[in-house]
């Protein structure tokens, strides 16, 4: 049966995570909490009804399905035999189907989970035939974190056909899954209801910016972003964005990823995501890969091939070409505030792919470049291919230098500079690939100081752009993203709706 919609779960891990008033609002974007007692303790369930007007789910994991209980099991089950008359799901995991508890729990308030390791979607179908012997409103199964990059329960749904069941692998590399996993039937999607982190949890309210649930939209691509972390990355609310409002039945995913190789290997070249109806058409590659990815890559611009660095793949038939964006997004977001390159003194801090990308594009428009690094290894790399003068960090000053571009992502989770810039000519631009909820450092200092300023975020967007218009093939339509940088006028960007990027290297 074809569905609009699914239903967004809330998982309150903390008892001090939400109060009353919070409840109330979660209300109106979640239609189910669900409240994680191993973690959270005892909540008054009269106290839930009043602040929380959906449904209610009561967990109690146990340390071997993941959880955090350790205690008696006489009295975990009096726990979830009390839930089962307070709330409106209780989850029982896989052994609680052999004791007394299961007849305490009618079939209307069931959940039956399973949390394990698989190694093929066999052995998954024989999980869900054991839990499913037993009647229950949703089943749930859970690979452990690491267990697999998600195919395996994506596999596994589409195998089943059914509306009552969820399957997803828990942890970083399969995040992805869960965002999928409604296309082949999973009627519910977990989220945690804290503040948005950097963690393999999705959060609520990212669940509804950067993929738009609860709605289900027609998925026949996929495209994403490959990197370690991505979690933060403002691409995936900008691309699905973009996707809805063109009518594109694609999606746009993080993939975090511990080894490149094996992910190319899983997710590409075993062909499981054309079996399963979703193919990959084109990744944004981000820090550490970018060199890496380019030993699977069937073709290279020529930018590529002389930086050694790729930041995007984009799907031709069953090749892959290789390119990159970090050159021109510097150049456009320069040539967009008037700023000549040529015949500017520039400095290119960071010598990691985006950082000799940027260094090429610059010398190529006519500036004087240096390079700077902190590490002599990643430099001589740099030199060797650019044939550009390197100054080692710990004996650079910036005096003399009228543009200077950071491409390291030193200011963007810390309070650290790049590098001093007191030394600052009158004249100098700063332009920085880095970029958080508020200004970098380095873009609030020379603010301060009167410098003309671009930020990662003008940076990004510039990408982003361009990255859309290679991968789809057509043009990113104008969005509002937040309160865009006017820093021709010297004043730094405040706020923004957006995520921490992945910018730099």
């Not at 193919?279 to 890969?289: E, F, K």
């Not at 892959?320 to 964006?325: C, L, V, Y």
Request: glycine share 8%; proline share 6%; charged share 25%.
């Amino acid at each position: 049966m074809k569905r609009d919609e699914i239903t967004l779960v809330g998982s309150l891990a903390s008892c001090v995570s939400c109060g009353a008033e919070e409840l109330q609002k979660l209300s109106r974007k979640v239609d189910c909490l669900e409240i994680r007692a191993d973690l959270a303790g005892e909540i008054d369930p009269d106290w839930l009804r009043n602040s929380f007007s959906k449904k209610l789910l009561y967990s109690l994991r146990k340390r071997q399905s993941g959880g955090a209980y350790t205690g008696p099991i006489a009295e975990r089950d009096a726990r979830l035999m009390a839930a089962s008359a307070a709330y409106d799901f209780v989850e029982l995991e896989a052994d609680d189907c052999s004791s007394a508890l299961l007849p305490a729990v009618p079939v209307e308030k069931r959940m039956i989970s399973w949390y394990g390791d698989a190694s093929s979607v066999g052995e998954l179908l024989e999980r869900f035939a054991q839990i499913s012997r037993h009647p229950a409103r949703f089943y749930k199964l859970a690979l452990r974190a690491g267990a697999d990059s998600g195919l395996l329960p994506l596999s596994l749904l589409k195998s089943l056909r059914r509306s009552d069941v969820v399957a997803f692998c828990e942890g970083a590399p399969g995040f992805w899954s869960r965002l999928v996993a409604p296309k082949f039937g999973a009627p519910l999607v977990y989220a945690s209801v804290d503040k948005l982190t950097s963690t393999a949890e999705p959060n609520v309210d990212q669940l509804i910016t950067d993929y738009a649930f609860p709605k289900i939209r027609p998925l026949f691509k996929l495209y994403g972003i490959v990197g370690n972390p991505v979690f933060q990355s403002s691409s995936p609310r900008l691309h699905n964005a973009a996707y809805r409002k063109l009518g594109v039945p694609a999606l746009f995913v993080p993939f975090q990823v511990e080894c490149f190789e094996r992910f190319w290997r899983d997710m590409v070249e075993s062909q499981q995501l054309e079996s399963l109806g979703i193919p990959l058409h084109g990744l944004t590659i981000v820090s550490p890969y970018k060199e890496a990815a380019l030993r699977v890559a069937t073709t290279s611009s020529p930018m590529v091939q002389h930086t050694g660095s790729t930041n995007i793949f984009v799907r031709t038939g069953s090749a892959w070409q290789a390119d990159t964006t970090d050159p021109e997004s510097v150049l456009t977001t320069t040539r967009e505030r008037g700023i000549a390159v040529f015949p500017k003194k520039a400095a290119v801090i960071g010598c990691g792919g985006a950082g000799r990308a940027v260094a090429a594009a610059l010398q190529q428009a006519g500036a004087d470049v240096t390079i700077v690094n902190r590490g002599k290894e990643r430099a001589d790399k740099a030199v060797k291919l650019l044939g550009l003068p390197f100054v080692p960090l710990s004996k650079f000053s910036a005096q003399g230098f009228s543009l200077l571009v950071n491409a390291t992502p030193i200011g963007r989770d810390e309070s650290k500079l790049p590098f001093e810039i007191h030394a600052l000519n009158d004249d100098a631009v700063v332009v920085d690939l880095a970029y958080g909820l508020k200004p970098t450092p380095l873009v609030t200092d020379a603010v301060a100081q009167g410098h003309t300023v671009i930020d990662g975020h003008d940076v990004l967007m510039s990408q982003v752009r361009r990255q859309f218009k290679m991968m789809v093939g057509r043009e990113m339509p104008e969005m509002p993203v937040g309160e865009k940088s006017n820093n021709r006028n010297g004043k730094a960007r405040t706020s923004s709706t957006m995520e921490v990027a992945t910018a730099g290297d």
